[in-house]
């Protein structure tokens, strides 16, 4: 069985199983000792047990012999032959086959082997605590402030081969509009067909922070995604958030929602058009933020990540999203729900009808 933790740094997982090795090693030990020291025992009782049966079959036999004296009616008789039948004092001291046992050699024998193993036991739940707690603190922490993530920040581009044909590109390619005349993109294998999505350059490891802008009334997908996604296909395997190869954020002016092989999590909190998301990739942890003065979580992810992974953006009709510098847009910009719930409703069918049809593409 593989009791790998997928959240541990390789470092800390080795001194895990360097753990989980020795306490074994000492369990095996101590049952071994236990064992050992039980078989002495019963040995040395059983011994004793046998010389009480001998010395049992004595008496009786002895016992047998007065009883057929006790019918005769000579009582001189009787009285002489039980005298030289009944055992001597000695005969009684005989009956300890081994003055030297004791049944309190035996239990101070238990008591030793008890307070050893339970000396044992501390030392190793002493030393166990003591590497926990030492891992608990080499761990890195997860930011908690703006500025903390910033700390992190990596700078990232859209990577035009990726792009679908309907996307268009702007400011050195951090930031990208869906529209609807396509773009001459020339041929490439790792361009999305169906799909109105693309992704960075940049494949993330580690620690990273990055923040994005969104706009339009339908929203963007933002999202991280395996390079091996696929890229042809119209179903849920190439859209980003609909299989195991993607993680994506679905940002509208309707809702957010968490959305990962195929299944989605809505998310209520007030909706804003600047997103942070944190990646500690060794941690399997994915976390996204609504920037502001103070750091709100939407949602985090936890997962064992295997590959780097790439951010990427999906894009619907009439919507732009981009890669910003933190001292871009100084103040966030709070998006505000709808306030006709019917309209809302509706507006989120459209939304989910998009996913399905061209109209993702953005064209006509």
Not at 105 to 117: D, G, R
Not at 146 to 165: C, G, K, M, Y
Not at 334 to 343: C, F, G, L
């Amino acid at each position: 069985m593989n009791n790998r933790n997928p959240t541990l740094h390789p470092k800390y997982e080795r001194e895990e199983q360097k753990k989980n090795s020795f306490i074994r090693r000492s369990h095996t030990e101590m049952i071994t000792l236990v064992q050992s020291q039980m078989t002495t025992e019963l040995n040395r009782i059983q011994g004793h047990l046998e010389g009480l049966e001998q010395e049992i079959s004595k008496l009786k036999r002895k016992q047998s012999e007065v009883e057929q004296l006790s019918h005769t009616d000579d009582h001189i008789y009787f009285l002489q032959e039980v005298q030289s039948r009944w055992p001597t004092s000695n005969d009684f001291q005989s009956l300890t086959t081994n003055p030297q046992f004791s049944f309190g050699e035996v239990i101070k024998s238990l008591t030793s082997l008890t307070a050893h193993i339970k000396d044992i036991w501390r030392l190793e739940t002493t030393r166990m605590f003591s590497a926990v707690t030492a891992e608990k603190i080499l761990l890195p922490q997860e930011p908690k402030t703006r500025e903390d993530f910033i700390q992190f920040l990596v700078p990232l581009s859209l990577d035009p081969n990726t792009a679908h044909r309907n996307l268009r590109f702007t400011e050195q390619n951090k930031a990208v509009a869906c529209s609807i005349e396509p773009q001459s993109y020339p041929e490439h294998p790792d361009r999305f067909e169906w799909w109105a999505q693309v992704l960075s350059k940049e494949g993330l490891m580690g620690r990273c922070y990055w923040e994005m802008v969104w706009s339009g009334q339908y929203g963007v997908d933002l999202a991280v995604s395996y390079k091996d996604i696929n890229r042809t296909g119209q179903e849920d395997d190439s859209g980003f958030g609909y299989n195991r190869h993607s993680w994506s954020l679905d940002c509208s002016i309707f809702r957010y929602a968490l959305v990962h092989n195929n299944e989605e999590t809505e998310i209520s909190v007030p909706l804003s058009h600047r997103i942070g998301v944190y990646l500690d990739h060794r941690a399997g942890q994915l976390s996204f933020y609504s920037v502001s003065d103070t750091m709100i979580l939407l949602h985090k992810v936890q997962a064992r990540f295997t590959q780097p992974l790439y951010p990427g953006f999906g894009l619907f009709q009439g919507s732009t999203a981009k890669f910003c510098e933190p001292q871009e847009d100084g103040s966030p910009q709070v998006v505000k729900r709808p306030k006709n719930n019917k309209t809302n409703i509706k507006q989120r069918r459209i939304r989910t009808d998009v996913m399905r049809n061209k109209y993702l593409r953005c064209e006509k």
